[in-house]
């Protein structure tokens, strides 16, 4: 048997899996059973509207530098039914404004 070959950066695929972990700004998702690694931002897939557990299918392109995929457009359940992503930035946690980048200057 031979190894498949390895991703290329943004090659793209799609990918049924289940969920794995959910935070507040995106979750993991598989891309073969016991491979968590498709990262799903909440502007594809609001992580409120995603349970450990649930069942996704998404398009993904490959991200070299975090050895992962990235999940792109819509994303749907296992009814088809599309799952809402949510606006950059809304509903994340507040920045704080002593760090780098963060809060209103």
């Known amino acids: 048997l031979g190894v498949a070959p390895a ?6 695929q799609s990918f049924t899996g289940k969920i794995t972990s959910v935070r507040e700004g995106f979750c993991f998702m598989e891309s073969k059973p016991g491979d968590s690694n498709v990262y799903v931002p909440a502007t594809v897939a609001d992580p409120a509207h995603c349970g450990v557990g649930k069942v996704l299918t998404i398009r993904a392109h490959w991200n070299a530098r975090n050895s992962n995929w990235r999940a792109v457009g819509d994303c749907t359940d296992t009814d088809g039914q599309v799952v809402p992503g949510r606006e950059q930035g809304v509903g994340n946690f507040p920045r704080d404004p002593n760090e780098p980048g963060g809060g209103p200057g």
């Not at 991703?7 to 793209?12: A, I, L, S, T, Y």
């Open 7 to 12: 991703p290329v950066q943004g090659e793209v």
